[in-house]
């Protein structure tokens, strides 16, 4: 069994900053791909940002230059930081880990 669990959402003000976090436990011992997914209410879930062993990494437009994907494979764990955060950015974030996702973590911007 694998458990996916994040952490680090929250409210922020716009143009303020957060870390969320995403910690893999259980049967699993080599991660390839390890990505963020956000959906806003109404909104499709869509990618954020993902990152592969070796790393590269993918943005969508809309944070691309804000967020910063990285991973630390020594704890399974996988971080966003995202900087000068706008209230477009409000969702619940969820993790996805090697075909696994968490319960997702919400993120509120305020204006």
């Known amino acids: 069994q694998v458990h996916v669990v994040e952490s680090g959402g929250g409210l922020v003000q716009a143009g303020g900053s957060l870390r969320l976090s995403c910690a893999a436990s259980?049967?699993?011992?080599?991660?390839?791909?390890m990505g963020w997914y956000r959906q806003a209410p109404g909104k499709q879930r869509e990618l954020v940002a993902r990152?592969?062993?070796?790393?590269?990494?993918n943005y969508a437009d809309s944070v691309k230059g804000r967020f910063t994907i990285s991973r630390d494979n020594a704890r399974n764990t996988v971080y966003l930081q995202m900087n000068s955060l706008k209230p477009e950015d409000t969702a619940v974030y969820y993790c996805w880990v090697h075909g696994y996702w968490g319960q997702g973590t919400q993120v509120t911007v305020s204006s």
């Open positions: 259980g049967s699993i011992f080599s991660i390839g791909v």
């Open positions: 990152i592969i062993s070796g790393g590269s990494t």
